[in-house]
């Protein structure tokens, strides 16, 4: 029931944000009742910061399935660039919800006692992929973990969260196929090459095979 309830809620606050979801219809989705509900996850903020919890940590744990420590430096990084473009892709749920609270000033995720323990093994997994990088002369320079995995979350973020606006703008639908290979290829190349110092890998990763078919190509 917890899990329906999570899963409901999840759907709710991202289609309407905080302030317009409604606990009514959570219940319903849910196949339950506001007493069931109150009970097994509490009022409406304690349900909003539950999900925002189940969000991070699925991504967290997709993330750690990843096996970046068994890759050559730059195919790690690789990696974790297509993977966070195509989990975004994939959940747009989550961009919605972390629009939702960064509106409130991340009130309710400062409550969370368990969102900073799930990062901390995340950001050493990049910072050994980086120290390998270096040690193998693939990398320039040992970066802040942290700034690495910002600025390629927000390469893709931003796009994605502004693509209807960016796509009247320039005139192009940024998110049919072929340009959302083309946003893959450019977020990788720019990061390699601030990575490895080669503007070549800017044109290397446009010949990499494409993302595995099994990957979901739409928002």
Known sequence: MRLRILEAAKQEFS???????????IAAKA????RM???HVGNKDELYLAVLEGAY???RSEERGLDLEHLDPPEAIRRLIEFTWTYFLRNPEF???LQTENLARAKHLKKSTKVKSMHSPFVEMIRTVVRRGVDSGDFQVAVDP???YISIAALSFFYL???ATLSVIFGRDLLDKKAKDERLAHMAGLVLAALTGRSSELFEIAKAPKPRAAVAQTV
Not at 31 to 34: D, M, Q
């Open 37 to 39: 509900l109150y009970y």
């Open 146 to 148: 942290v700034q690495l």
């Open 15 to 25: 289609a309407h944000g905080l302030a317009g979801a409604r606990v009514d219809r």
């Open 31 to 34: 196949g339950a009742n506001k």
């Open 95 to 97: 961009l919605s919800l």
């Open 57 to 59: 940590d699925k991504i």
């Open 161 to 163: 969260s502004n693509s």
